[in-house]
């Protein structure tokens, strides 16, 4: 679970309405949370709906529903005769349509747990991962300890690789000059897959350290990077790093050559 002593937010959707801008931006620079390159208003300035939203997104009272909800999804989902979606034109962001058979049991996850109105047909990596109305969330805190999903009992003896969701590119390695229990700890930490810097597919994966958005080189939405005092940090959406390998039977993103 995370220390005790980590920035936390506990602030309800009404406090977070209450408070002006420049206490918005002062409370989400007390949590570390870096503002989006662009936001909702006029030519991609942003303004107060995206500071709210942003804190939101952050803040434990939302998280604790979202998470409740992620846990009690049903263990076992039927994947096969779901139709792969992708965002609206104007919204969509990925290369081509999420892998039909993601790792990890995230295929199971059919609906789009996110607080931002989105069609029901979206599955939760569509919306994560593909979708630009949500790149100031994340998939639910502690989504990886989900009965369905349980990450931990799932990874690869040694190393495990981690693959775009929609193209197949290898992202992550893990771990890497660290232990296995020093990567459960920064994953626990956070609430999601943590990787430090050797563990990183650098040719793959695109880090904007300004506005903290991380994507790879196909264009999927993959997380945020936040440096911690133990150094860079890559914070991701289990959804988005569920795929298998490009050119593999499992894999229905767009074929990319992957760097070595």
């Known amino acids: 679970?995370?220390?005790?002593?980590?920035?936390?937010?506990?602030?309800t959707k009404s406090d977070i309405n209450a408070k002006t801008p420049a206490e918005l931006r002062e409370e989400l620079a007390r949590l570390h949370v870096a503002l989006p390159a662009a936001g909702s208003g006029a030519n991609g300035n942003i303004v107060k709906v995206d500071?709210?939203?942003?804190?939101?997104?952050?803040?434990?009272?939302n998280k604790q529903g979202l998470a409740a909800a992620a846990a009690a999804a049903p263990a076992a989902a039927t994947t096969a005769s779901r139709t792969a979606t992708r965002p609206p034109a104007p919204f969509g962001t990925c290369s081509g349509a999420v892998q039909k058979q993601l790792r990890f049991g995230i295929s199971g996850r059919e609906?789009?747990?996110?607080?931002?109105?989105?069609?029901?047909?979206?599955?939760?990596?569509?919306?994560?991962?593909?979708?630009?109305?949500?790149?100031?969330?994340?998939?639910?805190?502690?989504?990886?300890?989900?009965?369905?999903?349980a990450l931990y009992s799932r990874l690869d003896a040694g190393v495990t690789t981690?693959?775009?969701?929609?193209?197949?590119?290898?992202?992550?390695?893990?771990?890497l000059n660290r232990s296995l229990a020093a990567f459960k700890a920064d994953t626990d930490e956070h609430g999601w897959p943590s990787f430090r810097t050797a563990e990183?597919?650098?040719?793959?994966?695109?880090?904007?350290?300004k506005s903290g958005l991380v994507s790879s080189r196909c264009g999927t939405h993959l997380g945020s990077y936040l440096p911690d005092g133990a150094g860079?940090?890559?914070?991701?959406?289990?959804?988005?790093?569920?795929?298998?390998?490009?050119?593999?039977?499992a894999s229905q993103g767009t074929a990319v050559t992957a760097a070595a």
């Open 1 to 11: 679970m995370p220390d005790a002593a980590a920035p936390a937010c506990h602030l």
């Open 51 to 61: 500071l709210v939203n942003l804190l939101w997104a952050h803040s434990t009272k």
């Open 111 to 149: 609906q789009p747990t996110v607080p931002v109105p989105l069609p029901a047909t979206e599955s939760l990596a569509e919306a994560v991962c593909c979708d630009n109305r949500t790149v100031a969330y994340a998939e639910p805190r502690f989504l990886y300890q989900a009965p369905d999903i």
């Open 162 to 175: 981690f693959y775009d969701s929609v193209c197949g590119l290898p992202l992550f390695r893990a771990p």
């Open 200 to 209: 990183v597919v650098a040719a793959n994966v695109v880090t904007d350290v």
């Open 232 to 249: 860079p940090r890559w914070c991701m959406d289990l959804s988005c790093i569920a795929g298998s390998p490009a050119g593999s039977p």
